[in-house]
């Protein structure tokens, strides 16, 4: 196995005895990098100088003996949407296209005190509206398995960097499954945490619960190391905790001993046939191991009226302005959620804070039964990228260009934590993700529940982590950056990722 394929936890630990150094590790990561990321496009902006310069001071205070943070030496990956500082992030916009924040946001601040070495930012549709990892900055990211399709989104290049082993910690961010979808879509570990875990210092509305900030990884573990340095109370983030999560080490969890609730659709989300299908199979598999595995009623009918009424509420909240001064600067994602803001009055909002009170104590309700909800996470095969989102499941037309999402942004409205385990290939070949859902607040326990099923299914090849095909990787794909309304933002190959650490 080479050094990139291993786990994060692993890399620590071989930093830690001083069996690797930083230095070697980021040059492997940047080799491959430039060696596979032509043929996904996951990669945007680059900062490797620093990055090297972190890595040489990272192995110095290994030689020195000196104490050592949770993620000393591991290259990172950033969300495009998250201020980095020094480094380009355009949140995928034309009118950001030259924005190098002069600060890291709370979660990046945290990551680099934890020896984490900021090394690339990763890809992001325009303004994080959408599941499909597309802008007119850097282009599509395609997914890892084959890359004419949809890697989900709006943490689609963060998913496919991690699948493809460029890096071996990413961050992401979740409103209505934008952790959750690329992660099942790629075959990688997301995590939405409960709200206020980790804290969120940019968030426009500060008591909205409906967006998150959370890691993805390759594993189970690897995610839970990365969520030890991230969690904690912020003074700018009036939603932030401290005490309610550890993250690392992992719990360990009888799996015997759990009570799994299923829901194929809860009661209102149109799911292809062929994903019901994956989705049994998997939980028959998991019945096997555990002490009850039984479908629950949990129907949430008026869950996506409410979800499109706070939706709209956020995206007010951050564009608005925007929106009345320029427009057309903003995507046609944000201007949709905009507009249908227009429309929405006062006891609409009282209705749906309402609902959102009701759905969440439904599952509070039913987590009374069971310790563990499971449920698919999107309810289609990753289709061609070319396609803004999902316009018909199982013959059913999308109201909107989100609707797809159902599955997940209904477990949004809930607060719960949900996290998506890759457990093997669906019908067509393509990753597929188990959706698992805790009570609210109990983070570690979701990990430590899915780590032993993670465990149970490694042992049979139909159900463990997938990993992409290594000839798709070499081949580069010019058309994912059909979407470049510009020139490069750099000088170098337009297929390859661009050291951006200054405005241009």
Known sequence: MSLVQLSAVELRRRIGNKDISPVELLEACIARIEAVNPAVNAICATDYERARAAARAAEAQVLRGEALGPLHGLPLGVKDLQDTAGLLTTSGNVGRRGNVPQQDNALVARLRAAGAIVTAKTNVPDMGAGANTRNPVWGATGNPFNPLLNAGGSSGGSAAALATDMLPLCTGSDTGGSLRIPAALCGVVGLRPSPGVVANDARPLGWSVISVLGPMGRTVADTALMLSASVGRHAMDPLSVSGVCQGWPVREVDLSSLRIG???????????PGIRRSFRQRVAALARHTRSCEPLDLSLPDGHRCFDILRAESFVAAFADTYRQDPQSLGPNVRANVEMAHAITLGDRAWAHLEQTRIARRF???????????????????FPWSELYAERIDGQAM??????????????????PALSLPCGVDEHGMPFGLQLIAPLRA??????????????????????????????????????????????LMDGDAGAPRTAHTAV
């Open 262 to 272: 299923t829901v194929e659709d809860f009661g209102t989300c149109a799911v292809d």
């Open 399 to 416: 109201r909107n260009y989100y609707e797809w999402l159902g599955l997940t942004y209904l477990v949004t409205l809930a607060t719960n």
């Open 443 to 488: 983070d570690d326990r979701l990990l430590a529940m899915a780590s032993a099923i993670e465990a149970a299914f490694a042992t049979e090849p139909e159900l463990r982590r997938p990993r992409p095909p290594e000839a798709v990787l070499t081949r580069a794909q010019p058309a994912l950056k059909s979407l470049v309304t510009h020139p490069p």
């Open 364 to 382: 509070e309700r039913a987590f009374e039964h069971v310790d563990l909800i499971v449920a698919p996470v999107t309810p289609v095969s990753p």
